[in-house]
């Protein structure tokens, strides 16, 4: 069968419309223990979800012990009250229910998530661990020995790497430049006495956030939440304050992996907090960059043959935020490929996106946020940092405006502070392979043998 040419497809069809996204209006209260409770009600359905935001992370870790926030996230659910990690794990299996814990910079979070029938035994569960967690010497022991087998596996990877190295870079001393997970130096003297203390000290109804949504009340929820989380009471010792550290000067570093099949690039520059004004501004210029359609991805893969992907990522957060962006390629590209990454990060102030380009990436950023809170968790989840970062929770709802109303005027305001700058730039991989190339680079190269780094120190040096 022939398909005549006049029924062929020459172009794609052009995009519809955002369809508009409508919130459910959050119900507050504050418990007489401080815990701020935020419920939503959406009925789609017989699911409900709950996050408990503990506002302690990694910035929380003490100096010399990188790793413990997660640490102790993780050791949340491996043993609590009467029950062993087992039981927890069998109990959780019998309500049909999903229940984590992790932990970011800003904050931890415990997670839970189960059928209408079985929520309240599941958020009564949660309840149990945040409160009572055994943190028993085998079961660190042997989260410690997973988290070392996983730090293998991220130093294994070029891209993995890079990225830990470039966030070092971008914030020097600061709490926010250390690894989420630790180093296999920190994981090796955190102690069970450690977990304790921090447990105890950052772990708080005072400090945390409960969000609860899907199918019930809201006031439904509070009232459940009063119950469960009322009797739970701040320690006599608050936690003190995190403080911030100067930023550091760009710094360019090559640490060498000879094993590496390809070399990763990853450049960092300290960005916004997620209060800012220009935040909107931001996601706006870093869409411009990202995707296949991306800038970046476009003259690194597309035009260039270099890579089979980059892209950009900002992070905005309760401190100082972090802009990157980042590709894999062949060794012998790295130089080639360095120079088109920061050149397309220039770009956004030499040629600034026209209204055709930004009507595209502004649909994108609209999709992936509506898509984002299609779900249950995924509301709450934004509610949740919205709550976390101090902003009002009608904000959400005006996201689609304030994305629509950027121009490129106010994108080209934000590159030129935060990512048309000189980044500091970390490249792992094979370096003897390339390291020649590198004398074209204006800047001081740091070559770092990758038996000597060490992610613990602003210096990325044993």
């Not at 519809?16 to 996204?21: C, D, L, M, N, V």
């Not at 929770?393 to 994305?403: K, N, Q, S, T």
């Not at 490249?427 to 204006?442: A, H, K, P, T, Y």
């Amino acid at each position: 069968m022939t398909v005549s040419s006049s029924r062929a497809i020459t172009t794609p069809p052009a995009p519809s419309a955002p369809r508009p996204i409508h919130f459910p209006k959050p119900i507050e209260a504050v418990l007489a223990n401080g815990l701020r409770v935020i419920a939503v009600t959406q009925r789609n359905l017989p699911l409900i979800a709950a996050h408990l935001i503990v506002r302690c992370g990694a910035t929380s870790d003490p100096q010399d012990r990188p790793g413990l926030a997660t640490t102790t996230a993780t050791l949340l659910a491996q043993g609590a009250g009467p029950y062993s990690a087992t039981q927890i794990a069998e109990r959780v299996d019998a309500l049909g229910a999903r229940l984590d814990a992790a932990a970011g910079y800003d904050a931890s979070t415990l997670s839970v998530i189960a059928m209408t029938t079985k929520f309240r035994a599941a958020l009564e569960l949660a309840g149990t661990i945040v409160r009572e967690p055994s943190f028993t010497g085998d079961d660190l022991e042997r989260i410690k020995a997973k988290a070392l087998s996983d730090l293998k596996l991220t130093y294994g990877s070029p891209s993995g790497l890079a990225r830990l190295v470039a966030t070092r870079l971008a914030f020097g001393e600061g709490p926010y430049a250390h690894p989420l997970a630790g180093t296999p130096r920190s994981l090796e003297v955190i102690s069970r006495d450690d977990v304790i203390r921090f447990h105890r000290t950052h772990y708080v109804p005072s400090r945390s956030l409960l969000l609860i949504g899907g199918d019930l009340d809201p006031h439904e929820a509070i009232a459940l939440a009063e119950e469960l989380f009322g009797g739970w009471h701040d320690p006599s010792e608050p936690a003190s304050e995190v403080r911030e550290a100067s930023l550091p000067s760009p710094r360019f570093v090559v640490v060498d992996q000879p094993a590496a099949g390809r070399t990763a690039i990853v450049t960092a520059s300290p960005a916004i907090r997620r209060r800012a004004h220009d935040y909107y501004a931001g996601v706006v210029a870093t869409a411009i960059l990202s995707g296949y359609s991306g800038r970046l991805n476009q003259e690194v893969r597309v035009k260039r043959g270099l890579s089979y992907g980059a892209g950009a990522q900002l992070l905005a957060r309760g401190g100082a935020g972090l802009f990157t962006a980042a590709t894999l390629v062949d060794h012998r590209k790295v130089a080639e490929a360095t120079e088109v990454v920061v050149a397309t990060l220039r770009s956004l102030l030499d040629a600034p996106p026209q209204a055709a380009e930004l009507e595209t990436r502004k649909t994108s950023v609209l999709g992936n946020f509506a898509r984002s809170v299609e779900t249950i968790e995924g509301l709450i989840s934004a509610f949740g940092e919205y709550a976390l970062y101090d902003l009002p929770l009608g904000e959400i709802e005006r996201f689609e405006d304030r994305v629509k109303g950027i121009d490129a005027r106010e994108v080209a305001e934000f590159a030129s502070r935060y990512i048309a700058v000189e980044p500091s730039i970390a490249l792992v991989g094979n370096v003897d392979e390339f390291i020649g190339d590198l004398s074209r680079f204006e800047r001081p190269i740091e070559r770092i043998p990758f038996d000597e780094l060490d992610l613990g120190s602003a210096k990325l040096r044993e």
